[in-house]
């Protein structure tokens, strides 16, 4: 049995910050925990402008839900990464992990964003945003109703968190442009192993809702690795509605070296 995630308010304590969670993860060290990440970080000057309780809140609330929580931690291949990869691919990896740890997102840019998008829309205003934190409240997605305030600020972070992960370019005070990111292949190949990893199989891989974060439906997550296919991460099969992929590496270690030794 799934369980339910329910959507909860924890945007507020820090939207995409890229550049925070790069220098969190160039100090963090695995085995370490919440507080000893904190101290780190505190030491290291990294954060001057920062105070201990606001960085204490960004790393509890933020970067240990999306990186540290899952197991394994995506921390141990972003860390390798996050110098060796465009700043496009390692945005996308981040988007990938938040919008995980909040289900809010996943499901604002899976459905509201990628349907304004292909219904040939080119913004999206606060009034869509706020519309659909209304209406996911009154739908049971969160533990409790939230009040009109929560919901108009959750609506403002959902747009400002895709600013950050440039699907959204900032256009003035009541809209933001739709600027459709294409999946980059760094992204589809840790993606795709991710899944894999977690002992997914290869049908329901291709169906996986992460995907849609990219506005891809199974037919083009199969496009995509197919293409991919000429880099030697894997070998694809197809036949009608069967998919079977011959996976080249048994761990994310060995696909981040491929990445970062093929330039990808």
Not at 155 to 166: E, K, N, R
Not at 180 to 188: E, F, S
Request: hydrophobic share 40%; with cysteine; glycine share 4%.
């Amino acid at each position: 049995m799934i369980e339910e995630k329910f959507y909860t308010t924890q945007l507020g304590a820090g939207l995409g910050l890229v550049g925070e969670t790069q220098s969190l993860l160039d100090l963090w060290v695995e085995g370490m925990d919440i507080q000893s990440l904190v101290n780190t970080a505190l030491d290291s000057g990294e954060f001057p402008n920062i105070t201990a309780r606001r960085l204490r809140n960004i790393v509890a609330e933020c970067f240990a839900p999306r990186y540290l929580k899952p197991s394994p931690q995506p921390a141990k291949w972003l860390s390798l990464l996050s110098h060796r990869i465009s700043t496009k691919s390692l945005n996308q990896l981040f988007f990938i992990y938040s919008s995980r740890a909040n289900p809010i997102l996943q499901d604002f840019v899976s459905t509201l964003y990628w349907e304004r998008y292909a219904s040939g829309y080119t913004e999206i205003t606060n009034e869509d945003s706020t519309k659909f934190v209304h209406r996911s409240t009154h739908d049971g997605k969160t533990k409790k109703l939230w009040s009109e305030s929560t919901i108009k600020r959750q609506a403002s972070y959902l747009l400002s968190i895709c600013v950050d992960y440039q699907l959204l370019q900032p256009l003035n005070r009541t809209a933001r442009q739709i600027t459709p990111i294409r999946v980059n292949p760094c992204a589809t190949v840790i993606l795709a192993y991710d899944l894999h990893l977690q002992g997914i199989a290869d049908n329901n891989l291709i169906n996986h809702p992460d995907w849609l974060l990219f506005g891809l439906q199974a037919e083009d997550v199969r496009d995509e690795i197919k293409r991919l296919s000429v880099h030697k991460f894997w070998i694809i099969q197809t036949a009608a509605d069967v998919v079977s992929i011959s996976w080249s590496y048994k761990t994310m270690e060995e696909v981040v070296d491929v990445i970062i030794e093929t330039g990808l």
